[in-house]
T-cell receptor
């Protein structure tokens, strides 16, 4: 149980376009989902915390107008990178906490590799 | 401010040797302590959490509140233990912060 999926697994887009990444909890309802960014050989950096039905909470330095997060249902959160630039190229990972497992443990998606050309 | 340090970016040991991955944290309150692991081409997954006091894949972690450390240990490393390991303390209601990670390489 507690499986999180992401789609797509990798995407290449042109500079200036927008790209949407989906994060789904497959077998549980996730009231809270998290979006991370991971650069090569570096740790995960939390970008935002997404709660179902409310606005996401962004970390300092993360542009909310550039990284649009929507958590419209208990099993789906989306991250849209708007007007993408090459410096947005990165590995984006989502996670969710399972309400039955306590609020601490996170279940991670496989990640989405974004390449902006 | 929450701060997690893992002093070794890379740790190489030979198969069968003991291994210790260090983690020190600076947090207010009494955080729950976690170790996450990321094997090559796999997603990040929970390895163990302090509160459960389980030994997972032969790994254990001892919480030292005085030193605010939560080092991960295994007496006999195996090649399949080669992975990235992240220490992650967490206070309920606060943001998740992952340590910088230690890449463990177990040599044959």
């Amino acid at each position: 149980g507690a499986v999180v999926s992401q789609h797509p697994s990798r995407v290449i887009c042109k500079s200036g376009t927008s790209v949407k990444i989906e994060c789904r909890s497959l077998d549980f309802q996730a009231t809270t989902m998290f979006w991370y960014r991971q650069f090569p050989k570096q740790s995960l950096m939390l970008m935002a915390t997404s709660n179902e039905g409310s606005k996401a909470t962004y970390e300092q330095g993360v542009e909310k107008d550039k990284f649009l997060i929507n958590h419209a249902s208990l099993t789906l959160s989306t991250l849209t990178v708007t007007s993408a630039h090459p410096e947005d190229s990165s590995f984006y990972i989502c996670s969710a906490t399972h309400p039955g497992q306590g609020a601490h443990e996170q279940y991670f998606g496989p990640g989405t590799r974004l390449t902006v050309t | 401010a929450q701060r997690v340090t893992q002093p070794e970016k890379l740790l190489s040991v030979f198969k069968g040797a003991p291994v210790e991955l260090k983690c020190n944290y600076s947090y207010s309150g009494s955080p729950e302590l976690f170790w996450y692991v990321q094997y090559s081409r796999q997603r990040l997954q929970l390895l163990l959490r302090h509160i459960s006091r389980e030994s997972i894949k032969g790994f254990t972690a001892d919480l030292n509140k005085g030193e605010t450390s939560f080092h991960l240990k295994k007496p006999f490393a195996q090649e399949e233990d080669s992975a990235m390991y992240y220490c992650a303390p967490h206070n309920y209601g606060q943001n998740f912060v992952f340590g910088p990670g230690t890449r463990l390489s177990v040599l044959p």
